[in-house]
C-alpha cells in the first residue's frame, strides 16, 4: 500500500482530497496530514512516504522553502506541490527546488489524479503548458527576469504582498514573521534589485506583472 503525506493548513481541504483521491486512484493508499512546514519535516523525518501532496502556502514557511528542507533530508522524495497561484507565477521555481509535480488547486481530479500516478511510477510530471514556461525560462536572458530570479521564495513573496498594498506590520502578521524580519526581507529585495524605496519594488513587479 501507498503512503502520502498531505500538507495543507486547511483541514476541510486535507480531508476534502482524501476523499477525492480515495474515489479516484486506481491502487490502495494510506493518507496522513501535517498542517504546517515544521510538521511535515517532523513527519518525514519519522516516516517513510512514497509521495508528499505540499501546499505552497503554509502559515510558517512558504512551501518551496519546505521543499528544499525536505529535499536536503530526502532527495529522492517524491513532492508535488498543489497551489492556488497561476503556474506562470511558480511552477519553475517549483520544479527547479525539487518538486516532480506542480498541479493547481482549481484543476480537475482527472490532473491531480495523472500527476500522482506519473510520479508514483517514477517520471516527472509536466503539463504543456508547463513544459511552456520552462521552455520560457532556459531562453530568457533579459536582465529584469535574472534580477528577481535571485529572490528566495520568501523574498519574491514579499515583493508580491507589498505590490498587493499590504504594509510590513501586515506582512509579519500574516506570515507569523516579526516586523524587523520583513524588514530585513525588503532590504534584501532592494539590494537583489537594485532599488531604493518601497515604491520601487511595487513598480518593479507591476512592469514584470509578479504576483501571487
Known amino acids: 500500500m501507498k503512503k502520502i503525506l498531505i500538507v495543507d493548513d486547511h483541514v476541510m481541504i486535507r480531508h476534502g482530497l482524501i476523499q477525492v483521491l480515495h474515489s479516484i486512484l486506481d491502487t490502495p493508499v494510506a ?8 510538521q511535515a519535516i517532523t513527519m518525514v523525518k519519522s516516516c517513510l512516504y512514497d509521495l508528499v501532496l505540499l501546499d505552497i502556502s ?14 536536503q533530508h530526502d532527495p529522492k522524495l517524491r513532492v508535488i506541490i498543489l497551489s492556488t497561484h497561476p503556474e506562470e507565477h511558480f511552477v519553475v521555481r517549483a520544479l527547479r527546488a525539487g518538486a516532480l509535480g506542480y498541479v493547481n488547486k482549481g484543476s480537475a481530479s482527472s490532473v491531480l489524479k495523472l500527476a500522482i500516478e506519473t510520479v508514483l511510477a517514477g517520471t516527472r510530471y509536466i503539463s504543456i503548458t508547463q513544459a511552456n514556461l520552462l521552455a520560457e525560462a532556459i531562453c530568457e ?5 535574472s534580477l528577481h530570479g535571485a529572490l528566495s521564495n520568501r523574498e519574491y513573496q514579499l515583493a ?48 514584470n506583472k509578479l504576483s501571487l
Do not use: W
Open 141 to 145: 536572458n533579459s536582465e529584469s527576469k
Open 31 to 38: 493518507f496522513d496530514e501535517a498542517s504546517d512546514g515544521q
Open 160 to 207: 508580491c504582498m507589498m505590490t498587493a498594498g499590504k504594509t510590513l506590520t501586515e506582512i509579519a502578521r500574516e506570515l507569523s514573521l516579526s516586523v524587523k524580519t520583513t524588514s530585513t526581507y525588503r532590504t534584501r529585495i532592494l539590494e537583489k534589485l537594485n532599488l531604493r524605496t518601497t515604491a520601487d519594488i511595487i513598480n518593479y513587479c507591476i512592469h
Open 58 to 71: 503554509l502559515p510558517d514557511q512558504s512551501g518551496l522553502d519546505v521543499l528544499k528542507l525536505l529535499q
